[in-house]
Protein backbone atom coordinates (compact mmCIF):
# COMPACT_ATOMS: atom_id res chain seq x y z
CA UNK A 1 0.00 0.00 0.00
CA UNK A 2 1.01 3.68 -0.89
CA UNK A 3 0.99 6.29 2.41
CA UNK A 4 -0.15 9.70 1.58
CA UNK A 5 1.96 12.45 3.66
CA UNK A 6 0.02 15.37 2.73
CA UNK A 7 -1.90 17.36 0.45
CA UNK A 8 -1.11 20.41 -1.05
CA UNK A 9 -3.57 22.17 -2.65
CA UNK A 10 -3.23 25.65 -4.70
CA UNK A 11 -6.23 27.78 -6.41
CA UNK A 12 -9.01 24.62 -5.92
CA UNK A 13 -12.71 26.01 -4.75
CA UNK A 14 -12.05 27.60 -1.36
CA UNK A 15 -8.13 27.44 -1.22
CA UNK A 16 -7.15 30.04 -3.40
CA UNK A 17 -3.61 30.21 -1.69
CA UNK A 18 -1.15 27.73 -1.45
CA UNK A 19 -2.50 25.23 1.26
CA UNK A 20 -0.18 22.16 2.45
CA UNK A 21 -2.67 19.27 4.82
CA UNK A 22 0.17 16.96 6.93
CA UNK A 23 -1.90 13.46 7.24
CA UNK A 24 -0.54 11.85 10.17
CA UNK A 25 -1.61 8.39 11.18
CA UNK A 26 -4.86 9.77 13.20
CA UNK A 27 -5.71 12.24 10.96
CA UNK A 28 -9.17 11.54 8.79
CA UNK A 29 -10.85 13.21 5.91
CA UNK A 30 -14.12 13.33 4.16
CA UNK A 31 -14.81 13.68 0.96
CA UNK A 32 -17.34 13.74 -1.85
CA UNK A 33 -18.32 15.14 -5.12
CA UNK A 34 -19.94 18.68 -6.25
CA UNK A 35 -23.37 19.08 -4.76
CA UNK A 36 -22.81 16.73 -1.86
CA UNK A 37 -23.09 19.87 0.62
CA UNK A 38 -26.18 22.62 -0.49
CA UNK A 39 -25.85 26.38 -0.01
CA UNK A 40 -29.79 27.32 -0.90
CA UNK A 41 -31.54 29.80 0.40
CA UNK A 42 -33.49 28.24 4.04
CA UNK A 43 -37.01 28.82 2.54
CA UNK A 44 -36.38 26.29 -0.01
CA UNK A 45 -38.15 23.26 -0.31
CA UNK A 46 -36.69 19.93 -0.12
CA UNK A 47 -38.77 16.51 -1.67
CA UNK A 48 -38.85 13.70 0.81
CA UNK A 49 -39.19 10.19 -1.14
CA UNK A 50 -42.49 9.55 0.37
CA UNK A 51 -43.87 13.24 -1.70
CA UNK A 52 -43.54 15.67 0.90
CA UNK A 53 -42.24 18.69 1.11
CA UNK A 54 -40.46 20.77 3.45
CA UNK A 55 -38.16 23.94 3.88
CA UNK A 56 -34.39 22.91 4.21
CA UNK A 57 -34.75 25.50 7.43
CA UNK A 58 -37.11 23.29 8.94
CA UNK A 59 -35.51 20.07 8.49
CA UNK A 60 -32.10 21.07 9.49
CA UNK A 61 -33.39 22.84 12.52
CA UNK A 62 -35.23 19.96 13.61
CA UNK A 63 -32.11 17.48 13.35
CA UNK A 64 -29.85 19.89 15.10
CA UNK A 65 -32.37 20.24 18.01
CA UNK A 66 -32.66 16.30 18.18
CA UNK A 67 -29.08 15.70 17.70
CA UNK A 68 -26.79 13.96 20.62
CA UNK A 69 -23.99 15.95 19.84
CA UNK A 70 -23.59 19.64 17.88
CA UNK A 71 -20.60 20.36 16.34
CA UNK A 72 -19.23 23.44 15.69
CA UNK A 73 -17.53 24.67 12.28
CA UNK A 74 -15.81 27.95 11.05
CA UNK A 75 -19.14 28.99 9.61
CA UNK A 76 -21.76 27.09 11.61
CA UNK A 77 -22.65 24.14 13.14
CA UNK A 78 -23.12 20.36 11.95
CA UNK A 79 -25.05 16.82 12.98
CA UNK A 80 -25.49 13.32 12.20
CA UNK A 81 -28.55 12.29 12.98
CA UNK A 82 -29.78 8.46 14.08
CA UNK A 83 -32.68 8.88 11.92
CA UNK A 84 -31.40 9.44 8.66
CA UNK A 85 -34.45 11.04 5.88
CA UNK A 86 -34.91 9.41 2.09
CA UNK A 87 -35.34 12.50 -0.65
CA UNK A 88 -35.67 12.66 -4.15
CA UNK A 89 -32.08 13.62 -5.54
CA UNK A 90 -30.69 13.69 -8.71
CA UNK A 91 -28.05 11.05 -10.21
CA UNK A 92 -25.17 12.59 -11.75
CA UNK A 93 -24.19 9.17 -13.71
CA UNK A 94 -27.57 8.43 -14.58
CA UNK A 95 -29.17 11.95 -14.95
CA UNK A 96 -32.36 10.42 -13.33
CA UNK A 97 -34.34 11.85 -9.92
CA UNK A 98 -33.59 8.99 -7.81
CA UNK A 99 -34.17 8.05 -3.65
CA UNK A 100 -31.28 9.11 -1.65
CA UNK A 101 -30.91 8.51 2.26
CA UNK A 102 -29.35 11.63 3.75
CA UNK A 103 -27.87 11.22 7.73
CA UNK A 104 -25.79 14.26 8.11
CA UNK A 105 -26.99 18.26 8.34
CA UNK A 106 -25.02 21.16 7.91
CA UNK A 107 -26.14 24.79 8.99
CA UNK A 108 -24.08 27.79 7.79
CA UNK A 109 -24.09 31.76 8.08
CA UNK A 110 -23.79 31.70 4.16
CA UNK A 111 -23.54 34.60 2.21
CA UNK A 112 -24.81 37.72 1.92
CA UNK A 113 -25.28 38.28 -1.35
CA UNK A 114 -27.80 35.22 -2.85
CA UNK A 115 -28.66 34.68 -6.64
CA UNK A 116 -31.98 33.78 -7.90
CA UNK A 117 -32.34 31.44 -10.61
CA UNK A 118 -35.47 31.62 -12.52
CA UNK A 119 -35.72 28.65 -15.46
CA UNK A 120 -37.99 29.09 -18.71
CA UNK A 121 -40.49 26.93 -17.48
CA UNK A 122 -40.63 29.44 -14.61
CA UNK A 123 -39.26 27.48 -11.92
CA UNK A 124 -37.22 29.78 -9.39
CA UNK A 125 -34.30 28.93 -6.38
CA UNK A 126 -32.58 31.10 -3.92
CA UNK A 127 -28.60 29.93 -3.35
CA UNK A 128 -25.37 31.56 -2.54
CA UNK A 129 -22.83 32.10 -5.62
CA UNK A 130 -21.06 29.14 -4.15
CA UNK A 131 -23.77 26.68 -4.72
CA UNK A 132 -22.83 24.03 -7.78
CA UNK A 133 -25.55 22.82 -10.14
CA UNK A 134 -24.99 20.43 -12.69
CA UNK A 135 -25.32 22.02 -16.58
CA UNK A 136 -24.80 20.85 -19.90
CA UNK A 137 -22.09 22.10 -21.82
CA UNK A 138 -20.10 20.74 -25.04
CA UNK A 139 -22.18 17.52 -24.93
CA UNK A 140 -21.30 16.63 -21.28
CA UNK A 141 -22.70 16.90 -17.71
CA UNK A 142 -20.62 19.07 -15.94
CA UNK A 143 -20.53 20.96 -12.50
CA UNK A 144 -21.02 24.87 -12.35
CA UNK A 145 -21.08 27.52 -9.68
CA UNK A 146 -23.89 29.54 -9.72
CA UNK A 147 -21.86 32.93 -10.43
CA UNK A 148 -20.56 31.62 -13.12
CA UNK A 149 -24.10 31.04 -14.61
CA UNK A 150 -25.28 32.40 -17.62
CA UNK A 151 -28.72 33.30 -19.19
CA UNK A 152 -27.83 30.48 -21.88
CA UNK A 153 -26.90 27.66 -19.71
CA UNK A 154 -29.39 24.63 -19.53
CA UNK A 155 -29.60 23.32 -15.90
CA UNK A 156 -30.65 19.66 -14.58
CA UNK A 157 -34.44 19.88 -13.48
CA UNK A 158 -36.62 16.83 -12.97
CA UNK A 159 -38.85 15.45 -16.03
CA UNK A 160 -40.20 13.17 -14.08
CA UNK A 161 -40.27 12.21 -10.22
CA UNK A 162 -41.38 9.39 -9.08
CA UNK A 163 -41.93 8.78 -4.81
CA UNK A 164 -42.69 5.78 -2.32
CA UNK A 165 -46.21 7.05 -1.60
CA UNK A 166 -49.11 4.71 -1.22
CA UNK A 167 -51.81 5.79 0.87
CA UNK A 168 -54.78 6.52 -0.87
CA UNK A 169 -57.78 8.76 -0.26
CA UNK A 170 -58.78 10.00 -4.02
CA UNK A 171 -62.35 11.17 -2.96
CA UNK A 172 -61.04 13.12 -0.19
CA UNK A 173 -58.11 14.55 -2.58
CA UNK A 174 -61.12 15.48 -4.91
CA UNK A 175 -63.18 17.27 -2.72
CA UNK A 176 -60.34 18.99 -1.19
CA UNK A 177 -59.19 20.11 -4.82
CA UNK A 178 -62.85 21.70 -5.09
CA UNK A 179 -62.81 23.41 -1.92
CA UNK A 180 -59.10 25.25 -3.16
CA UNK A 181 -60.74 26.15 -6.61
CA UNK A 182 -63.69 27.43 -5.86
CA UNK A 183 -64.40 27.34 -1.86
CA UNK A 184 -64.45 29.53 0.67
CA UNK A 185 -63.48 28.62 4.26
CA UNK A 186 -63.87 30.37 7.50
CA UNK A 187 -63.35 28.99 11.25
CA UNK A 188 -67.31 27.89 11.05
CA UNK A 189 -68.51 27.38 7.25
CA UNK A 190 -67.07 26.37 3.62
CA UNK A 191 -69.30 27.87 0.61
CA UNK A 192 -68.41 25.86 -2.70
CA UNK A 193 -69.84 28.53 -5.70
CA UNK A 194 -69.62 26.90 -9.55
CA UNK A 195 -72.16 26.89 -12.13
CA UNK A 196 -71.37 23.42 -14.09
CA UNK A 197 -74.32 21.08 -12.70
CA UNK A 198 -71.91 18.06 -13.09
CA UNK A 199 -69.09 19.23 -10.43
CA UNK A 200 -72.11 20.35 -7.92
CA UNK A 201 -73.09 16.82 -7.67
CA UNK A 202 -70.01 15.52 -7.14
CA UNK A 203 -69.31 18.28 -4.78
CA UNK A 204 -72.33 16.97 -2.53
CA UNK A 205 -71.98 13.27 -2.91
CA UNK A 206 -68.46 13.41 -1.88
CA UNK A 207 -69.57 15.51 1.33
CA UNK A 208 -72.45 13.20 1.81
CA UNK A 209 -70.17 10.35 1.52
CA UNK A 210 -66.95 11.24 3.63
CA UNK A 211 -69.02 13.29 6.17
CA UNK A 212 -72.33 12.36 5.92
CA UNK A 213 -74.06 15.55 5.77
CA UNK A 214 -75.72 17.69 3.39
CA UNK A 215 -75.69 21.54 3.03
CA UNK A 216 -77.71 23.77 4.78
CA UNK A 217 -78.07 26.30 2.22
CA UNK A 218 -78.38 25.44 -1.50
CA UNK A 219 -79.42 28.59 -4.18
CA UNK A 220 -78.59 29.37 -7.69
CA UNK A 221 -78.27 32.71 -8.63
CA UNK A 222 -77.45 33.91 -12.40
CA UNK A 223 -77.27 30.35 -13.08
CA UNK A 224 -74.12 29.87 -10.41
CA UNK A 225 -75.34 27.47 -7.62
CA UNK A 226 -74.13 28.23 -4.34
CA UNK A 227 -73.73 25.60 -1.26
CA UNK A 228 -73.25 25.99 2.48
CA UNK A 229 -71.97 23.75 4.87
CA UNK A 230 -71.45 24.43 8.60
CA UNK A 231 -71.08 20.62 9.99
CA UNK A 232 -68.32 20.90 12.47
CA UNK A 233 -66.63 17.59 11.64
CA UNK A 234 -66.47 18.70 7.58
CA UNK A 235 -65.28 22.46 8.26
CA UNK A 236 -62.50 21.09 11.28
CA UNK A 237 -61.35 18.78 8.94
CA UNK A 238 -61.10 21.31 6.33
CA UNK A 239 -59.15 24.02 8.08
CA UNK A 240 -57.15 22.18 10.41
CA UNK A 241 -55.45 20.72 6.87
CA UNK A 242 -54.71 24.41 5.87
CA UNK A 243 -54.14 26.38 9.06
CA UNK A 244 -51.69 28.79 8.89
CA UNK A 245 -49.71 31.59 10.79
CA UNK A 246 -52.10 34.11 9.68
CA UNK A 247 -55.27 32.13 10.82
CA UNK A 248 -56.33 33.33 7.33
CA UNK A 249 -58.25 30.83 4.58
CA UNK A 250 -58.81 32.93 1.38
CA UNK A 251 -57.24 32.41 -1.80
CA UNK A 252 -53.69 34.22 -1.29
CA UNK A 253 -53.20 31.68 1.83
CA UNK A 254 -54.53 28.19 -0.36
CA UNK A 255 -51.96 25.63 0.01
CA UNK A 256 -51.64 21.73 -0.77
CA UNK A 257 -50.29 20.36 2.35
CA UNK A 258 -48.37 17.21 3.12
CA UNK A 259 -51.07 15.34 3.96
CA UNK A 260 -51.93 14.79 0.32
CA UNK A 261 -48.31 15.50 -1.04
CA UNK A 262 -47.48 11.54 0.64
CA UNK A 263 -50.43 10.49 -1.15
CA UNK A 264 -50.39 7.60 -4.03
CA UNK A 265 -50.52 8.68 -7.73
CA UNK A 266 -54.49 7.93 -7.63
CA UNK A 267 -54.91 9.95 -5.21
CA UNK A 268 -52.81 12.99 -6.94
CA UNK A 269 -54.75 13.08 -10.12
CA UNK A 270 -58.06 13.22 -8.39
CA UNK A 271 -56.97 16.35 -6.25
CA UNK A 272 -55.40 17.99 -10.16
CA UNK A 273 -58.89 16.98 -11.59
CA UNK A 274 -60.79 19.21 -8.66
CA UNK A 275 -57.83 22.18 -8.63
CA UNK A 276 -58.80 21.69 -12.87
CA UNK A 277 -62.24 21.39 -12.56
CA UNK A 278 -62.53 24.58 -10.33
CA UNK A 279 -59.62 26.83 -11.68
CA UNK A 280 -58.32 24.89 -14.86
CA UNK A 281 -59.79 26.37 -18.66
CA UNK A 282 -58.83 24.93 -21.97
CA UNK A 283 -57.55 27.06 -24.77
CA UNK A 284 -58.25 25.04 -27.99
CA UNK A 285 -57.04 27.52 -30.31
CA UNK A 286 -53.51 26.94 -28.69
CA UNK A 287 -53.80 23.60 -27.41
CA UNK A 288 -53.20 24.82 -23.81
CA UNK A 289 -54.55 23.02 -20.61
CA UNK A 290 -54.45 26.08 -17.97
CA UNK A 291 -54.23 26.61 -14.06
CA UNK A 292 -54.97 30.29 -13.10
CA UNK A 293 -54.24 31.51 -9.45
CA UNK A 294 -52.63 34.39 -7.62
CA UNK A 295 -51.30 31.96 -5.25
CA UNK A 296 -47.94 31.70 -6.66
CA UNK A 297 -46.79 28.81 -3.68
CA UNK A 298 -50.12 27.07 -5.21
CA UNK A 299 -48.84 27.11 -8.98
CA UNK A 300 -45.33 26.15 -7.82
CA UNK A 301 -47.01 22.98 -6.10
CA UNK A 302 -48.99 22.16 -9.16
CA UNK A 303 -46.25 22.39 -11.39
CA UNK A 304 -43.99 19.91 -8.93
CA UNK A 305 -47.15 17.35 -8.93
CA UNK A 306 -47.73 17.37 -12.40
CA UNK A 307 -43.94 16.12 -12.62
CA UNK A 308 -45.34 13.18 -11.11
CA UNK A 309 -46.85 12.24 -14.41
CA UNK A 310 -43.87 13.31 -16.56
CA UNK A 311 -45.86 16.51 -17.67
CA UNK A 312 -43.34 19.61 -17.77
CA UNK A 313 -45.75 22.98 -17.24
CA UNK A 314 -44.51 26.08 -17.88
CA UNK A 315 -45.50 29.08 -15.26
CA UNK A 316 -46.00 32.36 -16.33
CA UNK A 317 -47.08 35.57 -14.66
CA UNK A 318 -49.93 37.98 -16.60
CA UNK A 319 -51.90 40.92 -15.39
CA UNK A 320 -55.73 40.48 -15.34
CA UNK A 321 -58.65 40.61 -13.28
CA UNK A 322 -60.72 38.74 -11.19
CA UNK A 323 -64.55 37.66 -13.39
CA UNK A 324 -66.70 37.89 -10.24
CA UNK A 325 -65.29 41.36 -9.18
CA UNK A 326 -67.20 44.46 -10.14
CA UNK A 327 -64.24 47.00 -10.10
CA UNK A 328 -61.71 44.86 -12.82
CA UNK A 329 -58.81 45.45 -10.69
CA UNK A 330 -56.08 44.09 -12.54
CA UNK A 331 -53.45 42.04 -10.43
CA UNK A 332 -50.65 39.64 -10.88
CA UNK A 333 -51.99 35.89 -11.67
Given at each position: ??K???L??HGF??F?R????L??????????????G?S???????????????????L?E??????A?????????????K????????????????E????????R??????????????????????H????F?N????????????????????R??????????K????????I?????????????I???N???????E????????????E?????????????????????????N??????T??K????????????????????L???D?????????????S?????????????????????????M????N?????????
Amino acid sequence: MTKINKLIMHGFKSFARRTELLFNNDFNCVVGPNGSGKSVSGRSKVLLANGEEIQIKELVESKLKKAAHVKTLNDGVYCESKEPINIISLNPHSMKSEEYTVSKFIKREGELHLYEIETRTGKKVRCTGCHPVMVFKNGKVVSSLVRNLNETDVIATPRIIHTSSLSKAKDFARLFGYIVGDGYITTNRIEFINKDNEIIEDFKELILKLFDCKPKYEKITNGNTRLIYREKTFVNKIVSLIKNKHNKYTTEYKYIPNNFLRKDINTISNLLAGLYDTDGTVDKTKNVVEFCSKNEKLANQIQRLLLRFGIIAIKKERMCCASNTSNKTKRKY
